[in-house]
C-alpha cells in the first residue's frame, strides 16, 4: 500500500505560484498513476490533475486550471509535484495528491482513487 505525503503549501498572495509535492513511499512509484485534487470548505473534493506513470506523458487537467498548473513527477525520487501559477483566492483550499494503479476515464472522481495523502493547505489572499 503506498503512502504519500504533501506538502509545499501556504499563505501566498494572488497572483502568485507555488509548487506542491506530494512523496510516495512506494518503490514501485511508477505503477501508479498520480493525481491531485482541492477541497474547499463546504465544497466537494474537485479533480485538479493527473498524469500518467512515466515522466512526459499526457497529463489533464480540471477545466478551472487553464493553463495555470502544470503536473509532473520525478520516478527517481518516487515524486510527484503541482507548480502552481497565477493563483486566485478561488484556489484556495486543501490540496491533496492520490494515487491508482490504472488510469480509467473516471480519473476527475475522486472516488476513483485508491490512496491519498493527508492533504496541504494552500491559501490565496486578495
Known amino acids: 500500500q503506498v503512502q504519500l505525503v504533501e506538502s509545499g503549501g501556504g499563505l501566498v498572495q494572488a497572483g502568485g505560484s507555488l509548487r506542491l509535492s506530494c512523496a510516495a513511499s512506494e518503490h514501485t512509484f511508477t505503477n501508479y498513476f498520480m493525481g491531485w485534487f482541492r477541497q474547499a470548505p463546504g465544497k466537494e473534493r474537485e479533480f485538479v490533475a493527473v498524469g500518467t506513470n512515466w515522466s512526459g506523458g499526457v497529463t489533464y487537467y480540471g477545466d478551472f486550471v487553464k493553463g495555470r498548473f502544470t503536473i509532473s513527477r520525478d520516478n527517481a525520487k518516487d515524486t510527484v509535484f503541482l507548480q502552481m501559477n497565477s493563483l486566485i483566492p478561488e484556489d484556495t483550499a486543501v490540496y491533496y495528491c492520490?494515487?491508482?494503479?490504472?488510469?480509467?476515464?473516471?480519473?476527475?472522481?475522486?472516488?476513483?482513487?485508491?490512496?491519498w495523502g493527508q492533504g496541504t493547505q494552500v491559501t490565496v489572499s486578495s
Open positions: 492520490a494515487a491508482r494503479p490504472f488510469l480509467h476515464t473516471d480519473y476527475a472522481q475522486w472516488k476513483a482513487w485508491a490512496y
